[in-house]
């Protein structure tokens, strides 16, 4: 097992969870808490596919993630962006600081935390992708 904590540490493995299936299938969520209450590293992912997985949006996976799987706000972006990363094995990614690429979103809202909390509604204000806004 790894580690949630974003300081760097811990294994190459990461358990890649896909709220959207759950939401779809209307199978048991994952307990994502208890995962990372273990030191696992977790990744969120939408998995969106027409079989299993109807649904493209990382802030409603994040949402789900809150309020089916017991992770808190923070711990499911955290998962969203440098959990993903890390289960892609990317370093250049999903982080911000000197050296990363510049991806990221800044959303219409006072806090990360609306992302949780405000499922369905359209807080991206602006893009950057690779240090172009777009």
Request: glycine share 10%; with cysteine; charged share 20%.
């Amino acid at each position: 097992a790894g580690t949630a904590r974003p300081d760097g540490t811990g294994t190459a493995t990461v358990a890649t969870l896909l709220p959207g299936a759950e939401f779809s299938t209307r199978s048991p969520y994952p307990d994502a808490r208890r995962l990372l209450d273990a030191g696992v590293t977790v990744a969120l992912a939408t998995d969106c596919n027409p079989g299993s997985s109807y649904t493209s949006s990382v802030p409603f996976c994040v949402a789900l993630a809150v309020r089916e799987m017991g992770m808190t706000p923070a711990e499911a972006v955290w998962a969203a962006t440098a959990g993903g990363a890390r289960a892609l094995r990317r370093d250049d990614v999903g982080v911000l600081r000197p050296g990363a690429r510049a991806d990221l979103v800044i959303l219409d809202a006072p806090s990360h935390l609306h992302l949780a909390y405000r499922p369905g509604v359209p807080l991206i204000r602006r893009v950057l992708h690779d240090g172009v806004l777009l």
